[in-house]
């Protein structure tokens, strides 16, 4: 759920990439922002996929929630821009957005949820020893 989340996060901010580079065509612009979003989010994916470690879940935890905690900021606050990072207002909700939050939400969730119980060994877990 965790990877799925994440990959899912990816997707919608590397389709939406040029659309939001269009207001900032030089510099970082929200494209950009989200064009590195989405290949952090990809890399956390892979690093759950591969290890399912607790050091996995906490950084795929971190890029979850701190993308979680952007579209939510963004949506509600009206920041200014801060140096070169844009003012990326945007007091709406669509189809993208939405499921692109409630994404990173599951992600967040089941990733901490990864971070606290941890994962067995792979030799238990194939022997089915606790």
Known sequence: ?????????????????????????????????????????????????????????????LVAVSAFGAVLLYRYVDVPQLGPIPAMYEPIWFFEKSLSAVAEGIAALTAAIGVAVGTRSAAHRVSGRR
Not at 17 to 31: F, T, V
Not at 32 to 39: G, P
């Open 1 to 61: 759920m965790t990877a799925a989340g994440l990959v899912i996060d990816a997707v919608i901010h590397f389709r939406l990439a040029s659309d939001y580079q269009a207001a900032w065509p030089d510099g970082i612009g929200g494209g950009t922002i989200f064009r590195i979003q989405a290949a952090v989010a990809l890399l956390a994916a892979l690093y759950v996929l591969v290890r399912r470690s607790r050091p996995s879940f906490a950084v795929a935890f």
